[in-house]
Nanobody, 126 residues
Framework: QVQLVESGGGLVEAGGSLRLSCAPS????????MGWFRRAPGKEREFVAA????????YYADSVKGRATISRDNARNTVYLQMNSLKPEDTAVYYC???????????????????WGQGTQVTVSS
């Protein structure tokens, strides 16, 4: 069983930046494809970004493309989501999730992710 723990959330002004981190307890995620999702108040949880294990290819939702960067540090067993030029509409609980290592498609499919964290709150003030 993998438990994912997110950190790095907080309150930031519009235009600011945050770096979210996701690290597992119990085992390594260096061989997992990883994703970030978010749930804004009153909305469904939605895909934000993902990174493939084998290729390192990255994928982004249109709403964050150009402002977000997902990366991984396998030596630290950690996945990051750097968010820049934050907007009030980025306010949400952000979740990281892990799926099997060989996925190269279907990144938005939440059911394909086997493990999820509890989330970290990001609040962007206007």
């Amino acid at each position: 069983q993998v438990q994912l723990v997110e950190s790095g959330g907080g309150l930031v002004e519009a235009g600011g930046s945050l770096r979210l981190s996701c690290a597992p307890s119990g085992r390594t995620i260096s061989r997992n494809a990883m994703g970030w999702f978010r749930r804004a108040p009153g909305k469904e949880r939605e895909f934000v970004a993902a990174i493939a294990w084998r290729t390192g290819n990255t994928y982004y939702a249109d709403s964050v493309k150009g402002r977000a960067t997902i990366s991984r540090d396998n030596a630290r067993n950690t996945v990051y989501l750097q968010m820049n030029s934050l907007k009030p509409e980025d306010t949400a609980v952000y979740y990281c999730a892990a799926r099997g290592p060989y996925y190269e498609s279907g990144w938005t499919l939440q059911g394909s992710y086997a493990y999820w964290g509890q989330g970290t709150q990001v609040t962007v003030s206007s």
